[in-house]
């Protein structure tokens, strides 16, 4: 049950959370660790609330893409390791002050890190080399292997901590030989990187798909990230999993329509008969899509379907209420149980991760924790 809201809130249930992590983490062997990947202000919730319960969780390492992320959780306290998966160039200084650890993916990125880890002085300072294996997006290739040892052992600035790549389709049955070639490709590369570093560095290649469907790649360490926020890219990974985010709102004003009547931007809307809107004080500018509207998309309100009608605006949106018994002030749920962040992009043909990251921070967060 909803605690009441005045206003337009995202809450945060720490529970739900920590329920995702238990789950996540007891598919997986007890000698394998857990990376949160708490990017994107934790997938558009609050990356600090939830750095700081699943440190508490004894979460072995945090990922976030970009170095400032890592200054905002280094700020608020978090110590637990921070792996940083695109780091720029332009921020390795700050990097190496705050204690977080690169991702290197290219020649150019391993040589200016090491640059810039040698001009402050840095012994072994900690990075994690990154192979593409088929996603085409970030990390070396394995024909670049002999070049990437010779920087690294021409230097004592850095320590190769971890080594890892990122499938591209664990998520998709239809694709599982491909997957399957990633494994082992990562497995060659790996070993000939153990072989020639001398010892075992730390190696993770599963995402939360990965880690459901791919045991054998678990290696010593699996990245959880959408699954930690209730969503595990398949229905029966789902089933087990509670979303952490509830986004709500109020109804602002209600509006009685004649037919003819027209409602938002554009007169996008036409009332076929004697209708009852609702004016919601959450859009586009809030992270709700213009792709919604015009009867695409619904909130719930006291659990009955309201659809979105007329064109999304920057700071409102309106639903059509018309037989649900309600008043200026109650709730209005737009996604968390019902409809779930799952459902509610799926209509657009979206996905989760695009409309959980998309929540403005302007809208209110708030934390609930029994």
Known sequence: ??????????????????????????????????????????????????????????????????????????????????????????????????CLEPSLYSTFVLKKFIEVAEGKKQKNYPVHLKFNTGLNRLGFDAVQIADLLSEVHGTSAIHVKSVFSHLAA????????????????????????????????????CNTSGGGGYPEAHFDMVRIGIGLYGFGNAAEVNAELLPIATLSSIVSQI????????????????????????????????????????????????????PIIGNVCMD????????????EGDEVVLFGQNPTADELSAVINSIPYELITGISQRVKRVVRKR
């Open 1 to 98: 049950m909803m605690e009441h809201v005045d206003e337009t809130v995202l809450t945060l249930d720490l529970n739900a959370l920590s329920h995702n992590f238990e789950y996540l983490s007891s598919k997986i062997s007890a000698n394998t660790k857990v990376l949160a990947v708490i990017k994107a202000f934790g997938y558009g919730s609050d990356s600090i609330e939830i750095a700081k319960e699943l440190e508490t969780l004894g979460v072995a390492y945090f990922a976030v893409a970009y170095v400032k992320e890592g200054v905002a959780l280094r700020d608020a306290g978090i110590r637990t390791p921070i792996l940083v998966l695109h780091p720029q160039s332009a921020n390795f200084e700050t990097l190496i002050d705050r």
């Open 170 to 205: 664990s998520e998709d049955p239809n694709e599982k030989t491909f997957t399957e070639g990633q494994i082992e490709a990562f497995k060659e590369i790996a070993q000939e990187l153990e072989d020639a570093l001398g010892y075992h560095p730390v190696l993770h290649l």
């Open 255 to 306: 509006h009685h329509i004649q037919p003819g009547d027209t409602v938002g931007y554009n007169r996008a809307y036409k009332a076929n008969d004697h209708e009852k809107t609702a004016t919601i004080p959450i859009g586009h500018a809030d992270g709700i899509s213009r792709a919604f509207g015009n009867g695409v998309g619904w909130v719930t309100i006291h659990g009955k379907k309201a």
């Open 316 to 327: 409102m949106l309106m639903v059509n209420i018309t037989g649900i018994d309600c008043e």
